[in-house]
């Protein structure tokens, strides 16, 4: 049979639609997040920081899902933009935290409606409905994914 008569494979039709949707969703917001001088690592940060409030650096990682090594140099640079302090654990002296500061804590709650506005428009091409169930399935599917990862 030839090869334009078969079929799609139905893992790989989603594994393509999939990085596709994630490319256009992501170039929305990461030119939302490059007008406001940031990239999407440091946003990534600053938004955690405001949502889950202080976090300790080695934790940082692998909630905004970057290396370690990545960490130290993002918090520096955020730091440099009075974005984010240190600040050293009371109860354990290993621990160091990353904190919003003032000024940092305000331009999150500056920028923040608008780039949800843009995150917004970007999945619009989905009802609600369609994208409480595409989250449930994405959130499955990641579960899943992440359990069979050897």
């Given at each position: 049979m030839a090869k334009e008569n078969?079929?799609?494979n139905d893992s790989l039709e989603l594994f393509i639609a999939l990085?596709?949707?994630?490319?256009?969703?992501?170039?929305?917001?990461?030119?939302?997040?490059?007008?406001?001088?940031?990239?999407?690592?440091?946003?990534?940060?600053?938004?955690l920081l405001y949502h889950k409030g202080p976090q300790p650096l080695q934790?940082?990682?692998?909630?905004?899902?970057?290396?370690?090594?990545?960490?130290?140099?993002?918090?520096?640079?955020?730091?440099?933009?009075q974005a984010v302090r240190r600040?050293?654990?009371t109860e354990d002296r290993r621990l160091i935290y990353a904190e919003l500061t003032d000024q940092?804590?305000?331009?999150?709650?500056d920028v923040f409606p608008a780039h949800q506005e843009t995150i917004e428009?970007?999945?619009?091409g989905l009802s609600p409905e369609e994208k409480q169930l595409a989250s449930k399935?994405?959130?499955?599917?990641?579960?899943f994914a992440q359990e069979h990862y050897k």
């Open positions: 078969q079929k799609p990085s596709r949707a994630t490319q256009w969703v992501n170039a929305h917001a990461d030119r939302d997040i490059r007008k406001n001088g940031l990239n999407r690592t440091e946003f990534g940060v600053l938004e934790q940082i990682g692998e909630k905004v899902l970057m290396s370690s090594g990545n960490i130290t140099y993002v918090v520096d640079k955020l730091e440099k933009k600040r050293a654990s940092g804590k305000q331009f999150v709650e428009h970007a999945v619009g399935l994405l959130k499955k599917l990641g579960r």
